[in-house]
């Protein structure tokens, strides 16, 4: 196991609500980045935090949000949910000059109705 | 535009034969690569780091041409537990932004 937790492992929501997943990082690691999954696709990144501030976006809209706190752990919040963002979202972590090696999590299931 | 292509498959391939796939990278600034491997509905976990030519662990062997701007992954002697998605991953640097996810390469072992 990678020490990475992350909840809440599955849920449903509608169209136009909100969410917040979050995410415990590995021991000894200082970085938290944000990935999206579809089905059959590779993950996407979406962000990237490190001493409590983005460090790193990828193509996602500003309705993406995250936070990393004191301890390391780190929010993922999506608001104004639409279809297409079901898919599954993990959470990596990882030491700031490290050599690019993830440690994921075992991932948050969205479904949006 | 970054980009790393794998062949889809799916792959099948009885148990106890040899498989390879390759991955292929558009991104010449690549510093490292990465296999990592995914169960169904699981999240990825690393399988190998190929930082030069290439590394072997066991049954698995990766290799990389820089030239020809591919990286191939080699199982022999293939079980049934290998059957998973496998991605490749490109590295240029500067952490997670700088990492760039195949789309994966489906593998089924059969008996």
């Known amino acids: 196991e990678t020490g990475v937790t992350q909840s809440p492992t599955h849920l449903i929501k509608t169209r136009g609500q909100q969410v917040t997943l979050r995410c415990s990082s590995q021991?000894?690691?200082?970085?938290v980045s944000w990935y999206q999954q579809a089905l059959g696709q590779g993950p996407q990144f979406i962000f990237q935090?490190?001493?409590?501030?983005?460090?790193g976006r990828g193509n996602f809209p500003p309705r993406f949000s995250g936070l990393q706190f004191p301890n390391y752990s780190s929010e993922l919040n999506v608001n104004a949910l639409e279809l297409d963002d079901s898919a599954l979202y993990l959470c990596?972590?990882?030491?700031?000059?490290?050599?690019?090696?993830?440690?994921f999590g075992e991932g948050s299931r969205l479904t949006v109705l | 535009r970054k980009e790393v292509e794998q062949d889809p498959g799916p792959f099948n391939v009885p148990e106890g034969a040899t498989v390879a796939f390759n991955c292929t990278y558009s991104n010449s600034a690549s510093q490292s690569f990465f296999w990592y491997r995914q169960d169904c509905r699981k999240e990825p976990k690393l399988l190998m780091s190929?930082?030069?030519s290439g590394n072997e662990d066991g049954r698995f062997t990766a290799q990389l041409n820089r030239a020809s701007q591919y990286i191939s992954l080699l199982i022999r002697d293939s079980k049934l537990s290998d059957s998973a998605t496998y991605l490749c991953?490109?590295?240029?640097?500067?952490?997670?932004?700088?990492?760039?996810f195949g789309k994966g390469t489906h593998l089924i072992i059969q008996p």
């Open positions: 021991s000894g690691h200082n970085t």
């Open positions: 935090y490190y001493r409590e501030e983005e460090n």
């Open positions: 991953v490109g590295y240029s640097g500067g952490g997670a932004d700088g990492l760039t």
């Open positions: 190929v930082y030069s």
């Open positions: 990596a972590s990882s030491r700031q000059g490290g050599s690019g090696e993830l440690f």
